[in-house]
């Protein structure tokens, strides 16, 4: 908003000098924050993910018992005061191994999407930039890709190289990669051609130069937005993963192989399925939110 | 061969290959965006070029620039060709001919500060250190008539005009001899037009600059450059000096577009015959035989079909004053 | 007198409301159009030209835009007061519009004889075949070459040029008695700039309706307007008729305008007189005269209160404290 309180002088003598520090100084980024801290829905996803990583982080501090420890004469409670969400079958407090959860969700967001990205930044800006030969190869190699259901091809990949929180890594990662690799790709051929890589072509900018000083810049809002609401994605995938058994093994805390386990209990004790399952759904739709935020923060004509 | 000519451009071509299929890419034909032309532009002096869109002028510039390689010809910048210039030698004359964009939101990166921007040429071509680049870059946005202050603000933050200003002040920083101007005030308002035309001439008479200037705008070409050449299809069909040209086209397709151009004067705009061309600007992938302007040209002949008219100079008093047409200088009012 | 006038408006303000604050884009404009006549509504980006355009048949983008004050009379009828449904009997009927893009304005999916025939059938109620004739009539009017068969074409198949003339076609469909050119030629090159501005000129004498034409070139004005309004920073700032705007104008604004063209047949290479500095902000408008800050004959007064649009003389009408002294020479247009 703009000041009104500013002294109606100071208006008078609006020189044109004046009149444009009422922009603040400010890149793309500040710009986007700006209008993202208006956003109330993205705000929400914003404090969802914050929490959820503090969470994680501090888990051993919030949790009040051990996440592998079996109180056997409190086995399948309820909803509690001593416990908050009740106790599973092994008489283990669901509240402290939904907070140890967390820990392997964001993991598996983050790292997963981290090497995503990578690797579809890379081969994207080679298809894109360099077009021809190049964009060909990548671009059917990433249709291969793109033939697969994600969770089909994360079951392949993780029946190969057997269950573990790496391996997860390394098959929503790759699976991940023709994705950004597609959406770098384009967005490089929509900046390619703007005048103002002509003239650093014309001043005798070499490739790299044009790629990493004017191109990647430009190119990578769209990449923060998708890779955001990917972190969603892959956490779900680890979720069924895990259920499937396929995932991070007992007695480790993981919100899937909560939901596994719990499955059979579902009429006795609904309380072991409701609590891991909606503490994925709130994780999810944080990024979600988040990542819809940051689109229309960069690019305000969506609205 | 007078030697005063800075900027020599000897039968250029720029053919663009159609290809369709997907798997087994055929050739479909070629647009000749620019075909056979040659002009010369002497030292301190402003060569404009006009013509309607798709005549091919920016795609002279930028093959001027080597920023897409011509199909054809010699562009010869002191006495040198440089299309046949290796790499490294190319990188050295790219100091010497910078080249000013239509677009002033298009042509700066979003993401880098007018500082970074104005300092690149110099980073490219490893000139001076930080200091010496800020002391430069300050130095040039006090020319070209921006706050030296500004230096760390981006690009949005500016008004057309201004980022114009720091197109100006990007061109310059390699002191050039040669800049390409290519539609530089077409994109602005009226009194912010006349700003940069006046910081454009200005500049030239400090820095002795050439300008080669590209634009549609009959008037604004007519009042900055010394010499027009008019570009229909692909092609030059007239040179002169802009009095001449205004005064004594020979061209129908010149003396069509100069009567299309209302001037800002009601009493004389009464008076004014006007002359309407007819048709639109045929397609540059299938250009019309002999004389490409002749579907439209109120004057021609059959000869005009069969033939391509050569462009040659119909000037008595020494002065050159070139024209393609058969029929040159033969009035179109009927 | 007054029953030649087609169309007032009055006191209108139309303003956006934004992320970044309230942009007045058009703040107190008033004017009226004759029968029969092309009225030129001059100004640069951002003047509020286009807007005052867009708010005659509430055309403004929803939901940021809106009509917040005035008047616009047509008719009789108030058209800010009209629900969107009664509105919509005016729009391509009695007032049409045709906009500065004529690759955005039709809709590529569809052949232009359905577009054409769309316009006619919902105004007129005509039978499907009757609307087909009629639809050939209307590309014959605009001088496409063999109409009949160019009906089933697409917007695509069409140069710019030719898509303009469709447009214009689409805009007569229903002889509207107002037609409205938000800079018809500006994404044309000048020959077919030349050939559209005739046809419009021709058509207008032939149906006797009036034309506001929006524009930022002073040369279409000159030869194609009998009367101009100059807008600046969402304000008329003079309005006459076009001879007094051209030879003898009293604001400064539009005496800048006039020194910084560049004109086909100037003489001598004259230095040209830019108006120095950038249009303000519409969100952040400055007390009192909107260009008292790139003005070079502001005084006291012009800091503190906007100068109201009075007549100079007679239908001269000028918004500057210091016409009277252009008008009586004390005060040189040189500056």
């Not at chain 2, 005030?185 to 030239?204: E, G, K, Y």
């Not at chain 2, 008595?316 to 040159?328: M, P, Q, R, T, W």
């Not at chain 3, 955005?104 to 009757?130: A, C, F, W």
Request: aromatic fraction near 8%.
């Amino acid at each position: 908003m703009y000041p009104e309180n500013r002294e109606p002088e100071a208006k008078e003598e609006a020189t044109p000098e004046l009149a444009e520090s009422k922009y603040s100084r400010s890149s793309l980024y500040k710009d986007a924050w700006r209008r993202l801290r208006k956003n109330k829905l993205a705000m929400l996803g914003f404090a969802i993910i914050i929490l959820l990583i503090l969470i994680a982080i501090f888990a051993p501090l919030i949790a009040p018992y051990n996440p592998t420890e079996r109180i056997k004469a409190d086995s399948s409670l309820g909803p509690s005061a001593k416990h908050l969400f009740g106790t599973d079958i092994l008489g283990r407090d669901i509240f402290t191994r939904v907070i140890f959860g967390s820990r392997i969700s964001i993991q598996v967001g983050i790292v997963a999407v981290g090497i995503s990205l990578t690797i579809g930044l890379f081969f994207g800006a080679l298809a894109g930039y360099f077009g021809n030969i190049p964009d060909t190869i990548i671009m059917r190699l990433a249709d291969i890709f793109f033939a697969f259901p994600y969770i089909l091809g994360a079951i392949a990949i993780m029946t190969i190289l057997g269950p573990g929180l790496i391996n997860i890594f390394i098959a929503i990662g790759i699976l991940g990669w023709a994705y950004f690799a597609r959406l770098f790709r384009g967005s490089i051929l929509s900046i390619k051609n703007k005048e103002y890589i002509e003239a650093a072509r014309a001043l005798g900018a070499s490739n790299f130069r044009i790629i990493t000083k004017h191109i990647f810049p430009n190119a990578f809002a769209p990449m923060i937005v998708y890779g955001t609401m990917n972190v969603g994605t892959a956490i779900i995938v680890e979720a069924a993963l895990s259920f499937l058994g396929l995932g991070v093994q007992p007695p480790t805390p993981a919100w899937g192989e909560m939901l596994s386990e719990s499955l059979k209990y579902i009429n006795t004790a609904p309380w072991m399925m409701f609590f891991p399952g909606f503490a994925i759904v709130i994780t999810v739709l944080g990024f979600v939110l988040f990542g819809d935020g940051l689109r229309d923060a960069f690019d305000p004509r969506m609205k | 061969m007078d030697n005063n000519n800075l900027l020599e451009v000897k039968n250029l071509k720029k053919y663009f290959y159609l290809r369709s299929g997907f798997f087994f890419q055929k050739s479909a034909g070629s647009v000749k965006a620019v075909d056979d032309i040659s002009f010369k532009i002497k030292e301190g002096e402003t060569f404009g070029l006009v013509g309607e869109s798709g005549c091919g002028k920016s795609t002279t510039a930028r093959a001027i620039l080597r920023l897409i390689e011509p199909t054809d010809g010699q562009v010869i910048y002191e006495g040198e060709d440089i299309l046949s210039f290796p790499r490294k030698k190319m990188f050295d004359i790219r100091k010497k001919i910078q080249i000013i964009f239509q677009d002033p939101y298009a042509s700066l990166s979003p993401r880098m500060t007018i500082g970074d921007i104005i300092s690149e040429p110099m980073e490219i071509h490893n000139i001076g250190d930080k200091k010496y680049r800020e002391k430069r870059v300050k130095k040039l946005l006090e020319i070209v008539g921006l706050n030296p202050e500004h230096i760390n603000r981006y690009p949005h933050e500016f008004s057309g005009g201004q980022r114009q200003r720091i197109g100006v002040a990007r061109a310059l920083v390699l002191n050039p001899k040669l800049i390409l101007c290519d539609e530089p005030v077409s994109a602005l308002d009226v009194s912010v037009q006349a700003q940069i035309l006046n910081l454009m001439t200005d500049l030239q008479k400090e820095f002795n600059l050439t300008y080669l200037f590209i634009a549609h705008d009959l008037s604004v070409v007519k009042h900055v450059s010394n010499n027009i050449a008019v570009m229909y299809l692909g092609k030059i069909v007239e040179v002169a000096s802009s009095e001449a040209l205004y005064e004594n086209p020979l061209h129908p397709y010149t003396m069509g577009l100069l009567s299309a151009v209302p001037i800002p004067d009601p009493e004389l705009e009464k008076k004014r015959k006007r002359i309407i061309l007819t048709g639109d600007v045929p397609s540059p992938i299938d250009p019309p035989s002999g004389c490409r302007f002749h579907p439209r040209c109120p004057i021609a002949k059959e000869i005009c079909s069969k033939q391509e008219p050569e462009l040659k100079n119909y000037s008595e008093d020494g002065k050159k004053h070139l024209s393609a047409c058969f029929f040159a200088g033969k009035s179109i009012v009927k | 007198m007054d029953n030649n006038k087609i169309l007032e408006v009055k006191n209108l303000r139309t303003h956006f409301y934004t992320d970044d604050g309230i942009v007045k884009a058009v703040d107190g404009v008033s004017f009226d159009l004759k029968k029969g006549e092309t009225l030129g509504i001059v100004g640069e980006t951002g003047s509020g030209k286009s807007v005052t355009a867009l708010s005659i048949l509430n055309l403004i983008p929803q939901p940021t835009g809106k009509i917040i004050e005035g008047e616009i009379l047509f008719e009789g009828v108030d058209m800010t007061k009209l629900k969107r449904r009664e509105l919509q009997k005016y729009r391509g009927n009695k007032i049409s519009m045709i906009f500065q893009d004529p690759m955005t304005s039709l809709n590529p999916v569809y052949t232009i004889g359905n577009q054409l025939m769309e316009s006619i059938v919902i105004h007129r109620r005509m039978s499907k075949k009757n609307a087909k004739e009629e639809a050939v009539k209307l590309l014959q009017l605009v001088g496409i070459p063999e109409p009949k068969k160019r009906l089933t074409s697409y917007p695509h198949e069409f140069s710019g040029g030719m898509r303009q003339r469709v447009m214009i076609a689409m805009a007569l469909a229903n002889d509207p008695s107002i037609l409205i050119a938000d800079e018809p030629t500006t994404a044309l090159d000048v020959t077919i700039q030349a050939q559209i501005l005739e046809l419009m000129d021709e058509l207008k004498n032939k149906t006797n309706s009036s034309i506001i034409i929006i524009t930022h070139d002073l040369g279409v004005v000159a030869k194609y307007a009998s009367r101009v309004m100059v807008m600046y920073g969402g304000r008329p700032v003079e309005f006459s008729n076009i001879n007094n705007i051209f030879y003898e104008p009293l604001h400064p604004y539009t005496i800048g305008l006039m020194n910084s063209i560049t004109r086909l047949d100037e003489k001598k290479k004259e230095k040209l007189k830019p108006i120095e500095g950038t249009p303000p902000s519409l969100i952040d408008l400055p007390k009192g005269c909107v260009f008292a800050s790139r003005c070079n004959y502001k005084i006291d007064k012009c800091t503190s209160k906007y100068p109201p649009l009075k007549e100079i003389k007679g239908n001269h009408y000028v918004a500057c404290y210091r016409a009277k002294e252009f008008m009586e020479g004390s005060l040189s247009r040189k500056g």
